[in-house]
Nanobody, 123 residues
């Protein structure tokens, strides 16, 4: 199983970015997918998740600004990030777990992890 995160970059505050997480080696249909982020000197924080039933969950810090979605046909999960703030600056990681149903924990208890993509929000 491989996860490839992409879409990071440098943007000014208020701008938008869309991250992608492409899975290979498995069928996305049965997987819960989460995004985490880690700023320098900080722990890895949960951002959002979407379970195999397509229910979505968000941390309070991104609720209303970020949207997670999945395209099972493309085996890809997306994180649309709007109205970005300097405090959103971090390396963003996607993670996957084959536990189905409502499984979508806000802790790093996921079996597979991608390599991360850097998001920098700065003027």
């Amino acid at each position: 199983v491989q996860l490839q995160a992409s879409g990071g970059g440098l943007v000014p505050p208020g701008d938008s970015l869309s991250l992608s997480c492409a899975l290979s080696g498995v069928n996305l249909d049965y997987y819960a997918i989460a995004w985490f982020r880690q700023a320098p000197g900080n722990e890895r924080d949960w951002v959002s998740c979407i379970n195999s039933a397509k229910s979505t969950h968000y941390s309070d810090s991104v609720k209303g600004r970020f949207t997670i979605s999945r395209d099972n046909a493309r085996n890809t999960v997306y994180l649309q990030m709007n109205n970005l703030r300097p405090e959103d600056t971090a390396v963003y990681y996607c993670a996957a777990d084959p536990r189905g149903g409502s499984y979508c924990p806000a802790i790093p208890n996921y079996r597979y992890w991608g390599q991360g993509t850097l998001v920098t929000v700065s003027s």
